[in-house]
């Protein structure tokens, strides 16, 4: 049977939580699923746990490519994928067991018949000590938006929990990816620039209220350098005005920034920024 979802995991290195993270994906209350494994590149045990994984269940699937980045080995997994839908998993977050049926369910009850279609929901910041004991937890109700309002918060959102658009809170109609794939440049910010460029491009959007997926925040994916952060920051910034410069309306960061820059006497930050400005 062709699977109606396919559910992509990049993993690189992130053995630890590979398994949880397929258990996840096969618990799903929605059972039409191909669980796709994408190995960017991993030196530990992935491969291994994969294969224990598929021997499982039939539908985990496990495909093997040379380390590029996250946003290739999404791209890699969507040129595998099957399913009419594509639903990404980071290899250290959960999804809600019934977030994919809620959401196809919701879909259909709207009678919404567009081609192109992205579900996006609530979710979770789960917050982690270096132990990974659970401090807290904070949902993030996102609500039902216009393409436009989503542009504005996305564009105003600046590398904090809170982001409008998770991309693993989200569910794709694979036809949206022949709009638009990851840009592999990105080391960050990279979801961003997807969500803006299809919203721009009148993508429907539709949100689902549920609390869709656990977005966990530990040390590990929280040690990103912060002069790296503000320069792929800047790089999203330069995709983004050179597809609709009116945009910069939006964002409230960019004063800052040029401070910031004259501040720490970055040449380079200050004259991209200028330019953006």
């Given at each position: 049977m062709t699977p109606t979802v396919s559910v992509i995991i990049p993993c690189f290195n992130g053995a630890k939580y590979l398994e949880g993270a397929v258990e996840n994906v096969l618990s799903q209350t929605f059972a039409n699923i191909?669980?796709?494994i994408v190995d960017d590149g991993s030196t530990d045990d992935t491969y291994q746990i994969s294969n224990f994984l598929i021997n499982k269940d039939s539908r985990v699937k496990y495909i093997y490519k040379e380390n590029g980045g996250v946003p290739s080995a999404r791209n890699f997994g969507i040129r595998y994928a099957s399913g009419e839908?594509?639903?990404f998993l980071d290899v250290d977050d959960w999804l809600h067991k019934d977030k994919i049926n809620f959401q196809l369910?919701?879909?259909k009850s709207s009678g919404c018949r567009e081609n192109d279609i992205v579900l996006y929901s609530?979710?979770?910041v789960v917050y982690e000590d270096s132990d990974h004991r659970l401090k807290k937890r904070v949902i993030n109700t996102i609500g039902n938006l216009t393409n436009e309002q989503l542009i504005k918060r996305t564009m105003e959102w600046y590398f904090r929990p809170n982001i409008p658009l998770h991309i693993n809170s989200t569910l794709?109609?694979?036809t949206v990816f022949n709009k638009k794939m990851f840009d592999e440049r990105f080391k960050a910010f990279g979801d961003q620039e997807l969500f803006v460029d299809?919203?721009?491009q009148g993508i429907t959007f539709i949100y689902t209220p549920i609390v869709g997926m656990y977005y966990r925040l530990h040390q590990s994916n929280m040690s990103t350098n912060l002069s790296n952060?503000?320069?792929y920051y800047i790089q999203f910034l330069e995709a983004i005005y050179k597809k609709d410069r009116s945009l910069i309306r939006f964002n409230p960061n960019i004063g800052d920034l040029i401070k910031t820059a004259l501040k720490e006497k970055d040449k380079n930050k200050f004259y991209r920024l200028l330019r953006i400005k």
């Open positions: 191909e669980c796709i839908w594509v639903q369910s919701y879909l609530d979710y979770e794709f109609k694979k299809i919203l721009l952060i503000k320069d």
